[in-house]
């Protein structure tokens, strides 16, 4: 479940879509909604379905295997649909609003989730949680919504940070810095060795630029601030987040200019190859690297920039959720325990790719140095944010790419950036 | 008496021998894919129009807002920039395409050695999807890709930058890989137009003393009339509907700038979940292929007349 990526996600669909043509626009439009009644797969009283966006050969091998498992026990029987992720997350409205919808799906914890509560589709799951006495308390809260009600059972995590090669450090003699400050001196010292300090990779994937955006407002104005502006409570054209920018600058003239062309798979490649000095990126860039490059790859977190701010790590959670209307609630919760279960979070750690830590306590992460320091970070934080587009929505995500990337390429025009990113936002609350 | 009696038979008669003609048969082919359209794409059209008018998150029931979407529309500076990125995308493309068809068209006419070589060269765009084709030409585009290599090469290394993601760039980087796929589809077109005119005509033109720019000017052009129509129409409809090629490429970025109004309208859709103002983008676009498909026919028909 490492494979949040909304690039991939994103490219995924477009291959799917790419037949999409102007004259037949507003009718592929209506379609969807025309099919709101569209076709669930079986459900009942026997098996219960699970809907999964999980697609990557390993990970969909993972889950393919955790459903066997279960199926084995006899607690009840589910079937397992994998669906390309661009295409779940496009049809997800639709599955959830249907007559006959899909029991459980993959999916991700936080205002996600809370939106399709809000709404009344998603299914009361706090027996299940009765059970999970000794998962964190973070992620109840995150798993609970508006009403007080447990609506999600998260699966796993990862985090993000400044990944970089150690032999390279070494090399260029820089250590990991603490603050700001220090992070900008080593900044200097990597530019006038020749290396490009800061790797991003938005060519493709300009959602990368929103983790620069998340950590500079945590770090400056905190995470409750951060996820008021993202909830539409905040104004993105307050000089609290032009202090955001303020800083961004003084970090831009270090970023690798090539960065704007290409995707962060590419970044990744560059960060490999000595070609950059660290990127600030999600673990799940690992899936890329090369098995040599891995005993290599250390990182550090988002330098702290106001001590007095709490400091927060982004841990996006992904995990399940039930559909309200399924019409067999006992089966669809037996799944979702032991789909929080131990043997089923190790089960899936093994069998998957990427670094990621399982949410039950009690399984074991990998043991290699990276996940001990990623699980010793996150321990430490006050608290978790999630990411840009799912602390907010998918449907905010367009716009801070918008204003992110022109604001790399345009620093100047910061404060019309801001105000067109505030319009942009208005627009997306109102519908 | 039997005189009028037979002349008022003679016409029902006739009538009746031609409403024979219509076969239950043919009546099935023209009604079943019709019945089957109206499911499919006439009522799902006209929903279309209808959520136009209203604000939809694809959950919630649709809310009517009469023309609200209309309203913002007209003051989407986005839209805007879809809107002139659209009509420079059907100049350029639509320009640049029915020229460079027809040059190479009239290159590759003759049959010489090896010309099926090169016309199925030109061809060979075509039948790679789109998407594949912006992968190869998304290498071709990146920092020190191909493009790039060459301009070192020949000593023009200023003009380096980051082609897909520089907005003054980005739109005319995408425009040429559409085109070197376009110019293939209707180089074909118009050597299928090219191969029905006949030889005598050109004959006579030379014996007339013609050179071969008037012969060009005066006999081919003339001659291709039928085939401009199904140029122009395939065109024009591959200009309005082009997405693929710009949603892989750069996804209307860098910052919109390579926009055009059907990738804004799908973002609009998908991704900001807005799908009634989505679908008065949709409208709009129908409209102007209506608009613009309509407006030739009508100068063709009367042309005819």
Same mark, same amino acid.
């Given at each position: 479940?490492?494979?949040?990526? &909304?690039?991939?996600?994103?490219?995924?669909?477009?291959?799917?879509?790419?037949?999409?043509g102007?004259?037949?626009?507003?009718?592929?439009l209506?379609?969807?909604?025309?099919?709101?009644?569209?076709?669930?797969?079986?459900?009942?009283?026997?098996?219960?379905?699970?809907?999964?966006?999980?697609?990557?050969?390993?990970?969909?091998?993972?889950?393919?295997?955790?459903?066997?498992?279960?199926?084995?026990?006899?607690?009840?029987?589910a079937?397992l649909?994998?669906?390309?992720?661009?295409?779940?997350?496009?049809?997800?409205?639709?599955?959830?609003?249907?007559?006959?919808?899909?029991?459980?799906?993959?999916?991700?914890?936080?205002?996600v989730?809370?939106?399709?509560?809000?709404?009344?589709?998603?299914?009361?799951?706090?027996?299940?949680?009765?059970?999970?006495?000794?998962?964190?308390?973070?992620?109840?809260?995150?798993?609970?919504?508006?009403?007080?009600?447990?609506?999600f059972?998260?699966?796993?995590?990862?985090?993000?940070?400044?990944?970089?090669?150690k032999?390279?450090?070494?090399?260029?003699?820089?250590?990991?810095?603490?603050?700001?400050?220090?992070?900008?001196?080593?900044?200097?010292?990597?530019?006038?060795?020749?290396? &490009?300090?800061?790797?991003?990779?938005?060519?493709?994937t300009?959602?990368?630029?929103?983790?620069?955006?998340?950590?500079?407002?945590?770090?400056?104005?905190?995470?409750?601030?951060?996820?008021?502006?993202?909830?539409?409570?905040?104004?993105?054209?307050?000089?609290?987040v032009?202090?955001?920018?303020?800083?961004?600058?003084e970090?831009?003239?270090?970023?690798?200019?090539?960065?704007?062309?290409? &995707?962060?798979q590419?970044?990744?490649?560059?960060?490999?190859?000595?070609?950059?000095?660290?990127?600030?990126?999600?673990?799940?860039?690992?899936?890329?690297?090369?098995?040599?490059?891995?005993?290599?790859?250390?990182?550090?977190?988002?330098? /702290?920039?106001?001590?007095?701010?709490?400091?927060?790590?982004?841990?996006?959670t992904?995990?399940?959720?039930?559909?309200?209307?399924?019409?067999?609630?006992?089966?669809?919760?037996?799944?979702?325990?032991?789909?929080?279960?131990?043997e089923?979070?190790?089960?899936? /750690?093994k069998?998957?790719?990427?670094?990621?830590?399982?949410?039950?306590?009690?399984?074991?992460a990998?043991?290699?140095?990276?996940?001990?320091?990623?699980?010793?970070?996150?321990?430490?934080?006050k608290?978790?944010?999630?990411?840009?587009?799912r602390?907010?929505?998918?449907?905010?995500?367009?716009?801070?790419?918008?204003?992110?990337?022109?604001?790399?390429?345009? &620093?100047?025009?910061i404060?019309?950036?801001l105000?067109?990113?505030?319009?942009?936002?208005?627009?997306?609350?109102?519908g | 008496?039997?005189?009028?009696?037979?002349?008022?038979?003679?016409?029902?008669?006739?009538?009746? +021998?031609?409403?024979?003609?219509?076969s239950?048969?043919?009546?099935?082919?023209v009604?079943?894919?019709?019945?089957?359209?109206?499911?499919?794409?006439?009522?799902?059209?006209?929903?279309?129009?209808?959520?136009?008018?209203?604000?939809?998150?694809?959950?919630?029931?649709?809310?009517?807002?009469?023309?609200?979407?209309?309203?913002?529309?007209?003051?989407?500076?986005?839209?805007?920039?879809?809107?002139?990125?659209?009509v420079? $995308?059907?100049?350029?493309f639509?320009?640049?395409?029915?020229?460079?068809?027809?040059?190479?068209?009239?290159?590759?006419?003759?049959?010489?050695?090896?010309?099926?070589?090169?016309?199925?060269?030109?061809?060979?765009?075509?039948?790679?999807?789109?998407?594949?084709?912006?992968?190869?030409?998304?290498?071709? %585009?990146?920092?020190?890709?191909?493009?790039?290599?060459?301009?070192?090469?020949?000593?023009?290394?200023?003009?380096?930058?980051? $082609?897909?993601?520089?907005?003054?760039?980005?739109?005319?980087?995408?425009?040429?890989?559409?085109? $070197?796929?376009?110019?293939? %589809?209707?180089?074909?077109?118009?050597?299928?137009?090219?191969?029905?005119?006949d030889?005598?005509?050109?004959?006579?033109?030379?014996?007339?003393?013609?050179?071969? $720019?008037?012969?060009? +000017?005066?006999?081919?052009?003339?001659?291709?009339?039928?085939?401009?129509?199904?140029?122009?129409?395939?065109i024009?409809?591959?200009?309005?509907?082009?997405?693929?090629?710009?949603w892989?490429?750069?996804?209307?970025?860098? %910052?919109?700038?390579?926009?055009?109004?059907?990738?804004?309208?799908?973002?609009?859709?998908?991704q900001?979940? +807005?799908?009634?103002?989505?679908?008065?983008?949709?409208?709009?676009?129908?409209?102007?292929?209506?608009?613009?498909?309509?407006?030739?026919?009508?100068?063709?028909? +009367?042309?005819?007349?």
């Amino acid at each position: 479940m490492s494979d949040f990526d &909304p690039g991939r996600r994103r490219f995924l669909g477009h291959l799917g879509l790419a037949g999409l043509g102007a004259l037949g626009a507003s009718s592929f439009l209506s379609a969807c909604a025309s099919s709101a009644s569209g076709p669930a797969a079986g459900n009942g009283s026997g098996a219960v379905t699970i809907q999964s966006n999980l697609s990557s050969p390993q990970a969909k091998a993972a889950m393919e295997k955790l459903i066997e498992t279960f199926n084995k026990q006899g607690k009840g029987t589910a079937s397992l649909n994998t669906i390309a992720s661009e295409t779940f997350r496009t049809q997800l409205p639709t599955y959830l609003t249907s007559a006959n919808p899909p029991d459980v799906y993959t999916w991700y914890a936080g205002s996600v989730a809370n939106d399709y509560a809000s709404r009344d589709l998603l299914l009361d799951v706090s027996d299940v949680w009765k059970s999970l006495g000794d998962y964190p308390q973070s992620l109840r809260t995150l798993s609970t919504d508006a009403s007080g009600k447990q609506i999600f059972v998260p699966m796993n995590n990862y985090w993000w940070g400044f990944f970089y090669r150690k032999s390279n450090f070494a090399k260029w003699g820089v250590q990991e810095p603490k603050t700001w400050t220090e992070f900008l001196a080593v900044c200097e010292t990597l530019k006038s060795k020749g290396v &490009p300090p800061i790797g991003i990779g938005l060519g493709d994937t300009p959602w990368v630029a929103s983790a620069w955006f998340d950590y500079l407002n945590i770090r400056i104005n905190g995470a409750q601030f951060h996820r008021e502006l993202l909830a539409g409570k905040q104004r993105f054209d307050d000089p609290k987040v032009k202090a955001v920018f303020t800083r961004w600058r003084e970090a831009l003239p270090y970023f690798d200019p090539k960065g704007k062309a290409y &995707p962060f798979q590419e970044a990744t490649t560059a960060l490999l190859a000595g070609k950059t000095g660290m990127f600030l990126i999600g673990t799940f860039f690992a899936d890329a690297a090369p098995k040599d490059a891995l005993g290599d790859l250390d990182f550090f977190r988002f330098p /702290v920039i106001d001590p007095a701010v709490p400091l927060a790590e982004e841990a996006p959670t992904d995990g399940f959720f039930a559909s309200a209307k399924t019409a067999n609630p006992t089966g669809t919760k037996a799944l979702l325990s032991y789909l929080a279960s131990t043997e089923a979070q190790e089960a899936y /750690v093994k069998a998957s790719s990427g670094i990621v830590l399982p949410a039950n306590p009690k399984a074991k992460a990998s043991d290699s140095p990276l996940v001990v320091k990623g699980k010793a970070m996150l321990d430490e934080a006050k608290e978790l944010t999630q990411f840009f587009n799912r602390d907010s929505s998918d449907a905010l995500q367009p716009t801070a790419d918008t204003a992110l990337t022109k604001f790399i390429d345009k &620093p100047d025009q910061i404060d019309a950036i801001l105000r067109e990113w505030q319009a942009g936002a208005e627009k997306v609350f109102k519908g | 008496m039997t005189a009028t009696i037979s002349t008022t038979s003679v016409t029902p008669i006739r009538r009746r +021998r031609r409403s024979a003609r219509l076969s239950p048969l043919l009546v099935a082919f023209v009604l079943v894919p019709f019945a089957v359209e109206s499911v499919w794409v006439f009522w799902p059209a006209l929903q279309g129009f209808w959520f136009s008018l209203t604000r939809w998150d694809g959950m919630s029931p649709p809310a009517f807002v009469g023309t609200d979407n209309y309203v913002e529309l007209a003051g989407d500076a986005t839209f805007r920039g879809a809107l002139v990125n659209t009509v420079i $995308w059907l100049v350029l493309f639509g320009g640049l395409s029915v020229l460079g068809g027809f040059g190479m068209a009239l290159v590759l006419q003759k049959e010489r050695r090896g010309v099926g070589f090169y016309r199925a060269a030109l061809f060979t765009p075509v039948v790679f999807s789109l998407v594949v084709t912006a992968l190869v030409w998304r290498v071709f %585009y990146q920092p020190d890709g191909v493009a790039d290599t060459i301009l070192r090469a020949v000593g023009l290394e200023s003009l380096i930058r980051p $082609w897909l993601a520089d907005p003054q760039t980005a739109l005319y980087a995408v425009i040429l890989p559409a085109l $070197w796929r376009q110019i293939g %589809y209707v180089m074909v077109l118009f050597l299928a137009g090219l191969k029905a005119i006949d030889p005598a005509l050109h004959e006579a033109a030379r014996m007339d003393g013609a050179n071969s $720019w008037q012969r060009l +000017r005066h006999v081919t052009i003339p001659q291709l009339k039928g085939v401009n129509a199904v140029v122009l129409s395939v065109i024009v409809i591959d200009s309005l509907r082009s997405f693929d090629i710009v949603w892989s490429l750069t996804r209307g970025g860098p %910052y919109h700038s390579s926009e055009l109004l059907s990738t804004y309208m799908y973002s609009t859709a998908f991704q900001s979940l +807005r799908l009634g103002y989505a679908s008065a983008i949709a409208v709009v676009i129908f409209v102007l292929a209506l608009a613009v498909i309509l407006g030739y026919l009508v100068r063709a028909f +009367r042309e005819e007349a």
